[in-house]
């Protein structure tokens, strides 16, 4: 029995790094595609590709245990799919990215508050010492070198509100799971609501570039890695990472997602690591190893 919750507990961790590896850096596919499309055309296209890849995998579309957990997939699906992208890539509009990616690392707080208040998860002193220490980090890690920040109210609240309702999204992965839901079904059944909301953005904008740009060999290749590993799979990981350690522990992960973007930018656009950012990312990862840490029973 033991031996079996050690290994859950070290594929979950496995799982939520895995995740974020892969997110912290889909900046670049997404840099190279909003130089032709627009960002409600990135979102429709990837999530469309990755519903599309799990209605495969999970050969067809499930149907909920009770009618009333419909809800919440469709809850889901509007704050972890619709409502995070939109509020994240419209204050990008308001502030600078890299304040966008500090407030956004914040998302563990908002996850473990939620947690604590609907999960009845307790919560150790280590995870708030380790949230300071990881933020402390990760400012130090975006903010360094930054000549000029964008600042504006209107894009703080969004990026606030979008790490809010994925914790909102993370809490509601748990309870799922905990109804039997299988993950890729279940990250099917989400994906699908979440493009459906997404629609709704899209009648009021509609896709400028259309279709036929799609096609050539960079747009392709950049769309497959959002649509196929960034959103299909890595968003099943993510679930089952939920499942096995609880939103709050594998929330954590993502102090290491503006590291990752760094460190990307460094080997992969050939951008300077200061002496700063190295000290920054010592301190994010530090923050994330703190928070994982339990209180010791008396």
């Not at 995070?84 to 508050?113: K, Q, R, W």
Request: glycine share 10%.
């Amino acid at each position: 029995m033991q031996d079996t919750q050690n290994n859950h507990r070290l594929q979950g961790h496995l799982l939520g790094a895995f995740s974020v590896l892969v997110w912290g850096t889909t900046f670049v596919a997404t840099k190279v595609l909003l130089r032709t499309f627009s960002p409600i055309e990135i979102m429709i296209a990837r999530f469309a590709l990755g519903f599309l890849a799990l209605l495969i995998v999970g050969r067809g579309l499930m149907r909920p245990q009770k009618k009333w957990h419909e809800a919440l997939f469709a809850a889901a699906g509007l704050t972890g799919v619709t409502l995070y992208f939109l509020m994240e890539n419209i204050a990008l509009t308001y502030i600078s990215a890299s304040l966008v990616g500090v407030i956004v690392a914040a998302a563990p707080l908002f996850t473990a508050l939620i947690a604590a208040v609907f999960l009845k998860e307790k919560l150790s002193i280590w995870f708030f010492c380790g949230f300071v220490c990881a933020m402390t980090g990760n400012t130090l890690v975006s903010l360094a070198g930054v000549s000029e920040l964008h600042f504006s109210p209107v894009g703080a609240l969004l990026t606030v509100g979008a790490a809010l309702v994925w914790g909102v999204y993370s809490v509601l992965i748990r309870v799922l799971g905990h109804m039997g839901y299988q993950t890729v079904p279940l990250t099917c059944r989400i994906f699908g609501y979440g493009f459906l909301f997404l629609l709704i953005p899209t009648a009021f904008e509609g896709l400028p570039a259309g279709i036929a740009a799609w096609g050539t060999p960079v747009h392709l290749a950049n769309l497959l890695f959002l649509g196929l590993l960034a959103s299909a799979t890595c968003f099943v990981t993510w679930n089952r990472a939920v499942f096995l350690l609880g939103p709050v522990r594998t929330s954590v992960y993502i102090y290491a997602s503006p590291v990752i973007t760094i460190i990307a930018s460094a080997l992969i656009l050939h951008e300077t690591m200061t002496p700063v950012m190295w000290v920054g990312t010592a301190l994010a990862l530090g923050g994330l190893m703190l928070s994982e840490k339990k209180t010791k029973k008396s």
